[in-house]
C-alpha cells in the first residue's frame, strides 16, 4: 500500500555542520528523489518480491551509480563522504535498492576502474553510470562464502580465449544484469578477475526465489558452463584474493553509511508513532520503558554518523585500513538490526505491517548482517588487527 513519506532526519550532534555545502545539496537531491520515486512504490515491490526496474535510470540521473568514478569516465567524480550520504540516503528507504547501488558502483565500476585496460574503462564505464549497463559482481560459490579463497570456478587457457567454468550463488542484480565482473581461477591457481557479457554462449543467470529478505532486490546464481571469454575481458595485472577484498572495502564501507539510513528512519518513525499513539490515557512516549528505548537508539545513531563521518574523511585522505572500514561495516549493522526489531515493538501490531517501514528494513538487515562479511568474520578481522593473531584457520 502506497504511504505518505514523512521521515525527518535524526542529527542530534549537528553533524549537518561537518558536511560541506555540495555534500548537504547531494543528500537533499537523493532524499527528494526517494520520498518522490521510490517510497510510494517500494513496499509493492518488496511484497512482490520485485526489484523495480523502472528506477534504473532515475539512480543513474541522481549519481548513484558510481558517484566517486572521475567525470572522463562518466561517473560524478564526488568524494567519499558524497558516496556515503548517496547509500544512506537509498537505503533509509530500503537495503535492496542501496544494494543495487552499491554493488554497480563499488563491485563492479570500481573494479574495472582500477584494475581494467583503458579500452575495458571506455567501453562499460559510461554506460554503468547512467544505467544502460547494468552490472554484478560474483564471488561466493554454494560450497565458498566466508572462505572465498578456497573457489572452484576456473578458467583455461585457449588461444585468444578462455573457458570459463563453474557457478557462483546469492549474486546480487545477477538475474538483470548485463555484465557480470567474475572472480575465478586461473590454471597456475591464481585468483583472477574478468567480465563475463549476458548472451556468451553457456553463461545463466537463474533467479533465487523465496527470500524473506532483501525482497525488492533481484538475486541470482551465475552458471558458467565451458563459456568463451575473450582474453580482451580480463583485468590484466591483478591477481590474488587481495582484488575482490579491494572492492569489498569500497561496498563495505557504503553499506555502514547505508545500514544507518535504516536506523535512521525506524528512529523517525517510532518516535512520532509513540508520540501519537495513546495507550493508559498518555502517548506511549511518556512511558520510561519506551522513552528508554528511543534514547538508546538516537545514542547508537549518532555513535554511528560520527563514525562513517570521520571514516570517510579517512578514505577522502587514502588513509582508511580495511579493518577500520570492517569494523564500521560490522557495528553499524549490528546497532541499526536493533534499532528496527525494537522500533517495530513501539510500533506493537502496526510494526508488522506494511503501513510502517520497520519489519522491512529489519528483515532487509539480516541479508546486509550476512553479505559483504558476516557479522562474526568482521569480528575476527578486527580481532587479527588488534591481537596479530590469525583466528579464521
Ligand atoms: P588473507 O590471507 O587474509 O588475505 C589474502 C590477501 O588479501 C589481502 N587482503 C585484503 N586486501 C584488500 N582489502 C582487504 N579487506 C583485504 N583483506 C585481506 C591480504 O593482504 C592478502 O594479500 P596478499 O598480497 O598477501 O595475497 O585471506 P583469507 O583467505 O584468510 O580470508 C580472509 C577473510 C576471511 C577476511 C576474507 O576472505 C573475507 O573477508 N571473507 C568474507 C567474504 C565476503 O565478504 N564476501 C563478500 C562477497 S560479495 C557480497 O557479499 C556482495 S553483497 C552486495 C550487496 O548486495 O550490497
Ligand atoms: P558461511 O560462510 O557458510 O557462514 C555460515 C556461518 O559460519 C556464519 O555465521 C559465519 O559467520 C560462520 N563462519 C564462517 N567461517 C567462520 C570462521 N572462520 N570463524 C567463525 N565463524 C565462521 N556474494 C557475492 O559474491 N556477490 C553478491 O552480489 C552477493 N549478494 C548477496 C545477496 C544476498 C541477499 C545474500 C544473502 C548474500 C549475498 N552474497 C553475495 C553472498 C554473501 O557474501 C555470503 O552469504 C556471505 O559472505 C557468507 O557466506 P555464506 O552464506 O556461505 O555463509
Redesign the pocket.
Known amino acids: 500500500m502506497a504511504r505518505t513519506d514523512l521521515y525527518q532526519a535524526p542529527d542530534y550532534y549537528a553533524i549537518d555542520d561537518l558536511l560541506t555545502d555540495e555534500q548537504k545539496l547531494i543528500r537533499d537531491t537523493v532524499r527528494n528523489w526517494v520520498k518522490k520515486e521510490l517510497s510510494p512504490i517500494i513496499d509493492d515491490y518488496a511484497q512482490r518480491a520485485e526489484f523495480p526496474k523502472h528506477i534504473i535510470k532515475g539512480l543513474g540521473e541522481i549519481g548513484a551509480f558510481g558517484p566517486y568514478i572521475p567525470q572522463e569516465y562518466g561517473g560524478a567524480g564526488l568524494d567519499q563522504i558524497s558516496y556515503g550520504i548517496i547509500m544512506q540516503e537509498l537505503e533509509r528507504c530500503d537495503s535492496g535498492i542501496?544494494?543495487t547501488a552499491?554493488?554497480q558502483s563499488s563491485?563492479v565500476m570500481y573494479p574495472i576502474y582500477s584494475f581494467g585496460t583503458e579500452e575495458q574503462k571506455r567501453k562499460y564505464l559510461p554506460k554503468l553510470a547512467t544505467g544502460e549497463f547494468m552490472g554484478c559482481?560474483g564471488?561466493?560459490e554454494p560450497d565458498h562464502?566466508?572462505?572465498?579463497?578456497s573457489m572452484i570456478t576456473n578458467f583455461k587457457d585457449a588461444g585468444d580465449h578462455v573457458i570459463l567454468n563453474g557457478a557462483k550463488m546469492?549474486i546480487?542484480n545477477a538475474p538483470f544484469a548485463d555484465i557480470a565482473v567474475v572472480w575465478a581461477k586461473d590454471e597456475a591457481g591464481d585468483i583472477r578477475g574478468l567480465v563475463v557479457e549476458r548472451g556468451m554462449e553457456g553463461f545463466t543467470t537463474p533467479e533465487t526465489h523465496g527470500k524473506w529478505s532483501?525482497r525488492a532486490?533481484a538475486t541470482g546464481e551465475l552458471v558458467f558452463d565451458n563459456v568463451k571469454v575473450p582474453k580482451e575481458n580480463i583485468f590484466p595485472t591483478i591477481k590474488?584474493?587481495?582484488g575482490?577484498?579491494?572492492c569489498?572495502?569500497s561496498?563495505r564501507y557504503g553499506?555502514a553509511w547505508g545500514a544507518l539510513g535504516t536506523a535512521m528512519d525506524c528512529y523517525d518513525t517510532a518516535l512520532r508513532y509513540a508520540k501519537e499513539r495513546i495507550q493508559f490515557g498518555k502517548p506511549i512516549a511518556a512511558f520510561q520503558l519506551q522513552q528508554k528505548k528511543l534514547a538508546e537508539f538516537i545514542t547508537e545513531i549518532t555513535k554511528g554518523q560520527l563514525l562513517v563521518w570521520r571514516l570517510g574523511v579517512l578514505r577522502n585522505e587514502g588513509k582508511a585500513t580495511?579493518a577500520q572500514?570492517?569494523m564500521a561495516k560490522r557495528n553499524n549493522v549490528y546497532e541499526s538490526i536493533k534499532i528496527c526489531r525494537e522500533s517495530r515493538q513501539i510500533l506493537g501490531g502496526m510494526g508488522i505491517t506494511d503501513e510502517y517501514s520497520v519489519m522491512r528494513h529489519m528483515a532487509n538487515l539480516e541479508s546486509?548482517i550476512t553479505?559483504?562479511?558476516?557479522h562474526d568474520?568482521h569480528l575476527?578481522?578486527t580481532g587479527m588487527d588488534i591481537t596479530g593473531i590469525?583466528a579464521?584457520?
Open positions: 542501496r544494494s552499491s554493488v563491485l559482481f564471488l561466493t562464502g566466508s572462505d572465498p579463497s546469492w546480487s532483501l532486490s590474488g584474493l587481495k575482490p577484498l579491494s569489498l572495502n561496498a553499506i580495511p572500514i570492517s546486509v553479505y559483504e562479511g558476516t568474520i575476527l578481522i590469525n579464521f584457520k
